[in-house]
């Protein structure tokens, strides 16, 4: 199955590398594809199980889908995410 989600904080190549690693090294998830100018993921999944996680992950990252509430804390975590993800590279 596939989806796409509209996150939010993406500000910069650093978010999106960051995303594209962390939701690669899931268990289920595959083909990701991201893009900051859009702030939208998108990603095969086996089950909804895998997509749940893939969300929980998002979250914790920073980087909450649209519907979510974006606490302070999310904003925070984004700008850490982002700055692993500029420095991991992809």
Not at 3 to 13: D, G, S
Not at 56 to 81: C, D, F, H, V, W
């Amino acid at each position: 199955m596939k989806t796409t989600l509209k996150l939010q904080n993406i500000k910069c190549c650093g978010c999106t590398n960051g995303i594209v690693i962390r939701l690669l090294k899931l268990s289920g998830i595959n083909e990701v594809q991201i893009s900051d100018e859009t702030a939208e993921v998108t990603f095969s999944y086996e089950t909804v199980n895998d997509l749940a996680m893939a969300e929980r992950t998002l979250i914790q990252m920073g980087y909450p889908p649209e519907g979510n509430e974006n606490t302070i804390m999310n904003k925070a975590k984004s700008y850490i995410s982002c700055a692993v993800g500029r420095v991991s590279g992809r």
